[in-house]
């Protein structure tokens, strides 16, 4: 059976399956247990995505071995490594949990994200150099342990920041996963193939479940969880055969979490707030109200999301600077037509910083 095939209908099978027994179990529990977070209340849906996908995650991957020669071969030399890697990933989602059952503050889930980061870093996970498209790549030296951690936090809360609405982070994660794994497959790392496909696998099962009106969510817990595994896997899969990291793949397959993630840093300091100050201006916020219903908000993000993991392949296939460069270029004018209409520049342009420069300039 083919390796890839065979993880990702055992992530699917191994996700559906979890979804189902914890939207069958929770409402059946004792009131008097302790897991008034667990049950959702005003209208929430429980937040109990990150242990369905986690277990599909944790499991699929040994059953892939089981049924298919090939897999056996990618991921049985890797065992031991992945049971390491199981914990930190465990530590992430627990950290979320903690979170979904009583709030906990910011800090201290990056603090379970930095010392499960640098787990990973001391397993190999890790941002030594940077490769470039054009050729070339620059060493960090001493930087690779803060780099490695910035980018762990980085892309681990972006997934997170776009958890604002059924089905976004789950489905977006999926696009992202696959685009990693076709790159990881060919630069000669199968084993991290093999377990991004785990990955989109145990989302699409869980994804019925979490599609609009969801009966699960993800919670902080399954948002960070899929954040985590996306970044940490685009680290070893993205890595060239001279250990240097090609980010750009990785950074295009996420482009969506990216993007709502520096736009709303950007837009909240023209502001005067807080770059990390919540609100309710999020990219799916705005094509809410473009009256599109909650699944063509969905169907708009996955469209955007596919495109963006088609650039992350076309960059990582096309071997000419020229072609590159004009994938980059398209995406530009692909986002900047997208804040267009969304409002976004205008908005900012009108924002107080900008407001106040303009008036500097014109000599007021």
């Not at 009131?31 to 499991?59: D, E, H, I, T």
């Not at 595994?229 to 950074?251: H, M």
Request: aromatic share 8%.
């Amino acid at each position: 059976m083919d390796p890839y095939l065979s993880v990702l209908l055992a992530g699917f099978v191994l996700g559906l399956g979890a979804a189902a027994g914890l939207f069958a179990i929770v409402p059946r529990l004792p009131a008097s247990l302790p897991l008034a977070g667990l049950r959702g209340g005003q209208g929430r849906p429980p937040p109990l995505g990150g242990f369905a996908v986690l277990v599909a995650f944790a499991v699929a991957p040994f059953i892939a071995a089981a049924v298919s020669d090939k897999a056996a071969e990618y991921f049985n030399p890797k065992r031991t490594e992945f049971l390491g890697y199981l914990g930190a990933v465990s530590l992430v989602v627990l950290t979320g949990a903690i979170d979904d059952w009583r709030a906990v503050r910011p800090w201290q889930k990056l603090a379970g994200q930095l010392i499960a980061g640098v787990a990973v870093f001391a397993a190999g996970f890790r941002l030594e150099a940077i490769g470039f498209p054009w050729g070339g790549a620059v060493s960090l030296g001493l930087l690779a342990l803060p780099a490695t951690l910035l980018w762990v936090a980085f892309f681990t809360n972006a997934v997170n920041l776009i958890d604002g609405k059924d089905g976004v982070a789950t489905g977006v994660s999926v696009f992202a996963a696959a685009a990693v794994a076709a790159v990881a497959a060919d630069t000669g790392h199968p084993a991290v193939a093999l377990l991004c496909v785990g990955i989109a696998g145990a989302g699409l099962g869980f994804l019925p479940f979490n599609l609009p009106p969801a009966s699960l969510i993800l919670g902080d817990a399954g948002a960070l969880l899929l954040g985590f595994v996306l970044a940490t896997l685009s680290l070893r899969g993205a890595t060239g055969i001279e250990g240097s990291v090609f980010i750009a793949v990785p950074v295009l397959a996420l482009g969506f979490p990216v993007l709502d993630t520096l736009l709303a840093a950007a837009r909240r300091l023209l502001e005067g707030r807080h770059p990390f100050t919540g609100d309710t201006d999020h990219i799916h916020h705005r094509l809410e109200q473009l009256e599109l219903g909650p699944r063509g908000v969905l169907a708009a993000l996955y469209l955007l999301s596919a495109l963006f993991a088609a650039a992350a392949l076309g960059t990582h296939y096309v071997d000419s600077v020229v072609a590159e460069a004009a994938i980059f270029a398209g995406l530009a004018v692909l986002v900047a037509l997208v804040l267009g209409r969304l409002g976004y520049l205008v908005s900012m342009w009108r924002s107080p910083r900008l407001a106040g420069v303009r008036k500097r300039v014109a000599g007021e």
